[in-house]
């Protein structure tokens, strides 16, 4: 037991607002790891990051989605690549012109699974409903938002 077992169950805000949330104590500080744990020629927001944080020991992992022109949501943290928006460009366009291997959001809820939490941020208006989706399913059960340690 790690002292983050006692997360509630995801729930609407009051004020009618798509944001699930949630709430539990912990004994301790959380280590959220900014776009994973990236440098020394690991790229920030790719799997290679988060599963270094999660290594590392951090309990949750802040993430940045964008919607590429494909449909594909993608973890990406800037607005641009080169001159071209992140939403003017496919997945695989995006992958060439950054020369990272920028992954889809479902791979990185695919992953994160009973490994580890996530703080999930929207860059931009326009699929909160997709992500609201994706991650009511994630989050379903409570040992798929929390890494377990004994």
């Known amino acids: 037991m790690n002292g983050l077992d006692h997360l509630s169950r995801p729930a609407r ?17 959380l280590v959220i790891a900014h776009r994973g744990t990236h ?6 927001n790719t799997l ?3 599963r270094q944080a999660a290594a590392l020991g951090a309990d949750m992992i802040e993430l940045d989605v964008r919607l590429a022109a494909d449909g594909e ?12 928006a992140v939403g ?11 020369e990272t291997d920028i992954p889809r959001l479902t791979e990185v809820l695919d992953w994160a699974s009973g490994r580890i939490g996530l703080d999930v941020e929207l860059k931009e208006d326009g699929y909160v409903d ?7 399913v994630f989050a379903a059960e409570p040992a798929r938002w929390w890494s377990r340690r004994s």
């Open 13 to 29: 805000s009051s004020d009618g607002d798509r944001a699930v949330r949630f709430s539990f104590v912990s004994p301790r500080p």
């Open 39 to 44: 440098g020394a020629g690991v790229a920030e």
């Open 48 to 50: 290679a990051a988060f």
């Open 88 to 98: 003017s460009l496919t997945l695989a366009a995006l992958r060439e012109r950054s």
């Open 130 to 136: 997709r992500v609201a989706e994706l991650l009511a």
């Open 73 to 84: 949501l993608v973890v990406f943290h800037d607005e641009k690549v080169g001159p071209d």
